[in-house]
Each structure stands twice: as C-alpha cells, then as structure tokens.
C-alpha cells in the first residue's frame, strides 16, 4: 500500500451519476463523488437527503438503478455487504454492532477467523490485530471485555474490524454523534493516522465544525443529487452551509431570558448510583442546562429524576408536591415528562406504529380509554402531532421504525410537549438529527419555555446548552456544580469546569438560586 | 391520515407464511414416511379418510379445546417476551385442585360447575405467581422457574394424592365429581342446529368455553389498556418502564393470566370426560400448547386453528397402528409444522419489513439498522 508518487493519483472509488428510486420516491440522482486514497471526504448533507441511501449502494447494500461503481478505474457491480468487504470496503456503522460479552479479540476476528485443523487459532488472530492496530495506532486492548469499554473504544474496535478485513476505503456513517468533545479528537487523531497510511475516508456528517475541520475533500448532498464538491481549503463556511440546507443555516440563538417563576422541580441533595447529593431548581419558564462530560452521572440523574432509577438520599419535589417515593406514572401525573437519551431504547417501541408510540406515557388518552383503547382519540392526537411538527409519514399506522432518526426525535419531542408538562426532562434532544430538525426540536422547546415550562437540558453540544440554557450546573463525577448564569459563560470556561480544570464558581445566593 | 395497508398485499403477505409452511412440513413429512418405508400417499389417505369420520372430528375438536386453553396460556405470555413453559404443571396442579374442590361441598349446577372452574383458574394462577414472585423478588428467570416448576409440580400432585385428596381410595384418584359440577354436553345444540352426531360421540361443553374466551382473550390483548402495556413492555420494556409502565406489575398480572388460563386447560377432561383425578389423568398439553402458540403466532384465532389442527392430527393418528404405520410419524409431523411456520413467518416478515421500509423512505434514507422484533416466540 505505497502512497502513489508526485502525479494525481487515480480515485480509489468513484461513483458516477448514481441513481436509486424507491417506489414514488427519487432516494439519488446523478451522484458523483470520487474518492482518492490519503484524503478525507467527507460527504455532508441533511438527514433525508439521500447520503445513506448512496452509502448503502457503495458498502453493497442496495443495487443503483442508474449509474457505474469504479474500483481503482474499473466498473464493479456490489451485491452485497461480503462484496464489499472483498473488494476493500468496510462500513464504521453509528450503531456498534458488537457483542458485548465477548473480548475485542474476539469481536475483531468474527465471522473472519483463521483457523487451524478448523479450530480457532486465536494467536495468529491476536497477532494480526496487534499489528493492525499499532500501525493505525488504534489503541485498545485485545482481550478486555467490549461491554467494559467506553463509547469511544467500542468505535476503535469497529475500525479494528473494518481494518482486520483489509479494507482500504473506511466508510464512517456519522462517527461523531455518539462522542464526546475529547473522544471527537481522539477519532480525528485515528481518521489522521489512516489517512497518513494511505487509506481513504468516507465520513459522513451534518456537523459542518467538524467537517471543516477533519476532511481534505467536501460533497455536499442535497434532495438526493451532489450539488457541490470542492477541496475543504476552499470551502467557505457560510457557502457550505446554503448549500447543504439550501437557505440559511439555523443556529440557537439566544432569546428572552426567562426565568423568575415558581420553582417547579426541586432536588435537594438527591443520592443514586453515580450521583452525589445532586440539588437544583428549575423554574417555571426556564431552562436550566447540565454541562458534563458524558459518564459522569447525568445519565444515571436523569432516570432518578424519572423515576426508573432507584433513589438512596434526599428529596424530590415536582411542582410543589413530594415525588421522592412516587414511581414514574406518578411522577408523570403531577406533569414530568421527558425526552430520553436513547430514543430507541427508551422513548420508542420502533415496531409499535406512531399512535401506538404516541399514546406511550400519555395520561391524557389513557384516561380516556379506562377499559378500551380510545383508538379514534390516539390516532387524531397523532395526526395532530405529526402535522404540527412536520413529520414525514404517509400515515399514523406506520411502524415508527419506518421514520428517519429526525422525524422519530420529532415524534417523542411532539409527544412529551403534547402531554402539557410543567417539567420536561431533555437529555440530548437534538442528538443525531439533521439541521431542519434540530431547528424545530429547538424552536419548539423555547417556545414552550416561553409558555412556562420548566426545562432541565442535558447535553453534550456545547453551542446548544450556551444557546438554550438561562443557567448551567456542570456535573463532575457525580457532583453538580452551583449553577452559574449563561451570561457569564463561554464554550472554553465551560470546557475548563467539565474537566474540573476550573475551581467552581463561589457558591452565593444569587447564583445558586 | 389513511392506513398505508394495501389490502392485496398484507392478505398475500398473511397468506404466503402459512402456505409455504405446510408446503415445508408436507415435504419433510413425505420424505421421513418414505424413509422408514410406508407409502406416504396411502399414509395421508387413511388419515384423511378416518380424520373426518364425524365420530373423529367431535373427537378432534374436544381435544382442541385444551390445547386451545394451553395455547393461550402460553401465548399470553409470550407477547410480553415473558416464557412460561410451566403450563404443564399449572394446569395438572390446577385440575386436582378443581377435583378435590369440586368434591368437597354441594352447591346447585350451573354454580357448583362455576367455583370449580373458578378454583382451577386460581390454582393455575397461583403455580404461575410463585415463577411470577421469584422473577420480580429476585431476578430469577421465568424460563427456568417454571420449567422446574413442572416437576415440583409433579411431587406436590402425587403428594397430596397419596396423602390428602386420596388418601382411602383404591384407585388413587380423587371421587368422581357429582354431576352438578360437571360440564354440561353441546349435542342438544347441535340437534338444534340439525347436525346429528353418531352414537358414542358427544361434543364437550368445553368448546363453546373456548369459543367464549377466544374472543375475550382478544378483546383484551388488543382493546384494553392492559392489552396496550403488555404489547409495549414486551416490544420494548425499557421505553414502556420510562413511560410509567411498571414493569413488575405487569410481570406479576401477566403471569397470574397465564397461570388462569392454563388452569382450564385441565378441566376438558376433568369435567367432561374423567370426572376424577387420579395418577392416569391426561398430561402432556401443557408442552403441546407451546408449540400450540408458536403455530398460531400468539393470536387467538390463530392458536384456534393450530390447536384444530393438532387435535385432528392426534385423532387420525390413532388409524396408523392398526394400518402397520408407526403412529409417532403424527408428532414428527407436528414438530415440523411448527419448525416450517417459524422459519416461513420469519421470512415473511423479513419481506413485509422491506415493504414497509421502501413504502415510507419518502426519500429518506432508511432507519440505521431496522429494529429486530422481540426475539424468541413473541416475533
């Protein structure tokens, strides 16, 4: 795999005027994207704008109708993912897909194991991911347990194993919206190493930040055509982002500050696993942001908060009223909701279809319905809810597995503001949606401030809890911080005190009100 | 918002599973006759021809009766990815229970048929409870309760036998139940509807139960709000656990209505043919009702028809010993009919989900990885 010499090296992949229809719908047309070996591409657009279906068609998932695959100047036909695998083409899926129980070793050479006298021959195996993944300078641990590791690690082992089948084309399918700032940098550092190996990178991204700063070469997707490929030096922000959305790019910007209400949720020296005497107040009308750095217990406050995580110390309040010992209906009937961190594993049953989805948690339908199921009244609220936010699905009777990322996201934000809460819960509500989404999602959920909600935000973008919090707690190894108003804040203080670089803020009345 | 069902789709869909099924079976069926030596087409001939004498058929449709308890039962269970594959001993506990009940005091016919159907149902559900219990208290798995349960189960049957319920008796069963506590036969029914059945053969009351529960054990799998939680908890019980379902509560309920329903698996037998409980009473429907459930696909005119098709199975089987066929020919074919419907559904199901998926992509590309059903039976 010796780099190619001084002349314009020949495109590893390329794909010329790739089209895909599905049944009344045009998923791409004309797709041109020519990846070299040594760069970076990033392919950027919005959720719905056809980049999975185009990387679907170049990891063998789907056949193109229209259009030809080259492989080093050659047309091939894909027709499946082992296709691909063969002719050097791997796929860092967003969802791991690993078995937790195993070892990464084992993980790595699954489904490609070499063997001896048909066993397993595990020292070849181990040597081979060894060298791998010093070369690439991929550092995990071969034999520690994968449900051990932490997010990051998991995707170091998806790469080990994309690397393990000699692929010389690494697919990334949105690797960032599972990490965190420091992993972020830490899967820069590897794409960086691969790259220096001469191997070529698809990353595919909505995050302009990080397209701009990770890629050599942009294409930017829209409706289904590339409508714009340019060396990432040239780029122009601004440029970009009309392009991708086609119009402005929204941003939270920061509007009336809310706040001065009755306190509507109150924790007062709240104790669970992974949380330390957590207190906070939330506010009618306010939205109060937990900074942190994933892992450090804002998972583990939030389910206290909803009531499915048990609880060893302190007290509850929820408009006013005890919920200490309360389980989660309860908790909901004095007007709790909440957006999960995991749509899939806590907000949605994917094969349940949109009303079904829809009355989930929902107080007011299940009144209605006592003994019978209120269908008829579940299914308008439905449509309601699907007209109101923008939804896009032919009917409310489709599985909710059938919607994208940002239209399920929409669904379960629709759905907990529906219900009118006096607290929401939003653990990273915008998390691995497209632009267009994410407006709505923020839009929606400052408006609802403005009526009198009381938000507790927790998230890992920084820009979004800058842009939507009033005040920001910082939780460290379990511990929140004394809130500190947004106006005294900037994305590198805030950094500083989620490393717990920064002493706290002196503890006064007024701050921590 | 219209539902995005195109009608001859979902019925081809609904259709193909089962037929590409009994294709399936019959293949197999054919090849495992013809191995061991016997005309497969003769083999399937006098099963037919004895199968549908009118003497076999009321035959069949009383056997189905249990395995239509003992399939819903199960079935139940497993929609909320909850196994319990202990009907076996729920339902034998249930019918000594009902038997002894049903013995011990005097009350006027329909009520007395009543309490002691009520008393099987509460016996069931309290052998299920204990697996319930164990799982919510402890953690332990209802797979491996009430499987061990079974045998449990057995010791404690054979006990109170020999210790309480038959304690004098020279046959070692439990004294025959009066005939106010029995179930009442459906022949004159039938006269009414001016069908005539031969003589010797009578139709169980049972049935016209199982036809009255059917349609309740549906009404609340799909109309109630309980019927709701159970389908959410088992698609995803963390999401219906965050949305203020309890999970334990609906374990414990869950159970319990398992446990009832195999409660009356018992008591086709008990009340309308053995009339006493002893060492010989039936056993066996509690593992049948499993694959009972799987056939059906937990649905309760689904597990009607499988439970239809197993009892006229086992009713024509018995032709086959006097013919020189080995008559367990029958229970390999009943296991491969259940084999042959869980792969074909699985398949279909695989070309339904492509379906859906291309139908609402709307240009959005496809959902990361499409979401498994539930894995196991409940699928």
Redesign the interface.
């Known amino acids: 795999m010796s780099p190619h010499a001084v002349h314009e090296p020949p495109p590893l992949v390329e794909l010329r005027g790739i089209g895909k229809r599905?049944?009344g719908?045009?998923?791409n047309r004309d797709v041109n994207l020519a990846v070299h070996p040594g760069q970076i591409h990033a392919v950027v657009g919005e959720?719905?704008a056809?980049?999975?279906?185009l990387m679907?068609i170049l990891y063998g998932e789907e056949q193109p109708d229209e259009g030809e695959l080259l492989l080093d100047g050659e047309t091939v036909r894909l027709r499946s993912p082992a296709d691909a695998i063969a002719a050097g083409i791997g796929m860092v899926?967003?969802?791991f897909?690993l078995a937790e129980n195993l070892t990464v070793l084992e993980n790595v050479i699954l489904g490609a194991e070499n063997t001896r006298w048909g066993l397993l021959d595990r020292r070849s195996g181990r040597r081979a991911v060894r060298e791998v993944s010093e070369r690439y300078g991929l550092d995990v641990d071969p034999d520690a347990t994968v449900e051990h590791l932490g997010v990051g690690q998991r995707q170091r082992v998806e790469i080990l194993k994309v690397l393990y089948r000699g692929a010389r084309v690494l697919i990334f399918?949105e690797p960032t919206a599972v990490l965190v700032p420091g992993e972020v940098r830490a899967l820069f550092g590897s794409l960086a190493g691969l790259r220096a190996q001469g191997l070529a990178v698809v990353f595919i991204s909505h995050k302009l930040d990080e397209v701009l700063a990770v890629s050599d070469h942009i294409t930017v997707i829209r409706?289904?055509a590339s409508v714009g490929s340019f060396a990432t030096a040239d780029a122009d922000p601004r440029r970009l982002s009309r392009l991708i959305v086609g119009g402005e790019l929204p941003a939270p910007a920061a509007r009336r500050r809310g706040g001065g209400g009755e306190v509507v949720l109150r924790l007062r020296g709240l104790r669970a696993e992974a949380v330390a005497d957590a207190t906070l107040e939330v506010a009618q009308g306010e939205i109060l942001g937990i900074a942190g750095v994933q892992g450090n217990g804002q998972t583990e406050l939030i389910e206290a908060i909803?009531g499915?995580r048990a609880v060893s110390g302190g007290s509850l309040h929820i408009a006013g009223r005890e919920a200490t010992h309360l389980?989660?209906?309860g908790r909901?009937r004095l007007g709790l909701a909440?957006i999960?961190e995991d749509r899939?594993?806590?907000?949605?049953?994917?094969?349940?279809t949109l009303w079904?989805n829809a009355?989930?948690?929902s107080e007011d339908l299940?009144r209605r319905?006592?003994?019978?199921?209120d269908r008829k009244a579940a299914?308008d609220a439905?449509?309601r809810l699907?007209a109101g936010f923008g939804i896009?699905?032919?009917?409310?009777?489709?599985?909710a597995?059938?919607?994208?990322?940002g239209?399920?996201q929409k669904l379960v934000v629709g759905r907990e503001l529906g219900g009118r809460p006096k607290v929401l819960l939003a653990a990273h509500p915008t998390r691995g949606v497209d632009v267009g989404a994410q407006a709505v999602i923020w839009e929606r959920l400052r408006d609802a401030r403005d009526d009198g909600l009381a938000v507790l935000l927790v998230g890992a973008d920084l820009d979004e809890l800058l842009g939507l919090s009033d005040r920001v707690q910082v939780m460290l190894r379990g511990r929140l911080s004394p809130a500190v108003p947004v106006g005294e804040l900037t994305v590198e203080r805030l950094g500083r005190m989620m490393t717990g670089a920064e002493p706290e803020p002196v503890d006064s009345a007024a701050e921590n009100r | 918002m219209r539902p995005a069902r195109t009608p001859g789709w979902g019925v081809a869909s609904t259709l193909a599973a089962p037929a590409l099924a009994l294709l399936i079976a019959l293949t197999v069926s054919t090849a495992v006759l013809a191995a061991v030596g016997a005309s497969p087409s003769r083999t399937y001939l006098t099963m037919l021809e004895f199968g549908v004498r009118p003497d076999s058929l009321v035959s069949a449709v009383n056997r189905s009766a249990i395995y239509f308890f003992a399939g819903l039962a199960v079935a139940v269970s497993f929609r909320m990815n909850l196994f319990n594959i202990g009907v076996e001993g729920q339902y034998r506990f249930a019918a000594l229970l009902a038997a002894a009940a049903g013995t011990s005091f005097d009350l006027p016919g329909p009520l007395h048929l009543a309490v002691v159907c009520l008393v099987a149902v509460l016996a069931g559900a309290l052998w299920a409870g204990i697996a319930a219990v164990l799982k919510t208290w402890r953690g332990v798995s209802e797979v491996l309760s009430t499987l061990l349960l079974n045998y449990v189960a057995t010791a404690v049957i054979a006990f109170l036998l020999a210790e309480v319920f038959a304690a004098g008796s020279a046959t070692g069963s439990t004294p025959e139940l009066p005939p106010s506590a029995r179930l009442p036969e459906l022949d004159g029914l039938l006269a009414l509807l001016g069908v005539s059945l031969p003589a010797g053969a009578h139709l169980g009351g049972a049935v016209l139960g199982a036809v009255v529960l059917g349609v309740a054990v549906h009404l609340l799998l799909t109309r109630t709000l309980y019927g709701y939680d159970l389908r959410m908890s088992g698609l995803n019980p963390a999401a219906a656990h965050a949305h203020g379902i309890d999970p334990r509560r609906m374990i414990i309920i869950t159970m319990l209505v398992s446990g009832g329903l195999a409660g009356l698996a018992g008591l086709p037998d008990l009340l309308g043919n053995t009339y006493r409980y002893g060492v010989d009473f039936p056993s066996g429907a509690g593992f049948t009702g499993i694959a009972v459930a799987l056939l059906g696909r937990n649905s309760p005119l689904g597990i009607a028809l499988s439970a239809l098709l197993f009892g006229f199975l086992e009713r024509s089987a018995l032709i086959l010993d006097i013919e020189g066929i080995p008559k367990e020919i029958v229970t390999i074919m009943q296991g491969v009919i259940v084999i042959s419907v869980v792969v074909a559904h699985e398949l279909a199901r695989r070309m339904d989900r492509r379906r859906t998926a291309r139908l609402v992509r709307e240009g959005a590309p496809a959902t990361p990885t499409a979401p498994a059903t539930p894995a196991g039976p409940a699928a």
């Open positions: 599905y049944p719908v045009v998923a959720n719905g056809g980049k999975s279906t679907r899926h967003q969802h897909m399918d409706a289904g909803m499915i389980g989660t209906r909901r909440c999960p899939h594993r806590q907000a949605l049953a994917l094969p349940a079904e009355m989930l948690g299940r319905s006592r003994w019978r199921v299914r439905t449509g699907v896009r699905s032919p009917s409310v009777d489709v599985p597995a059938a919607l994208s990322g239209n399920q």
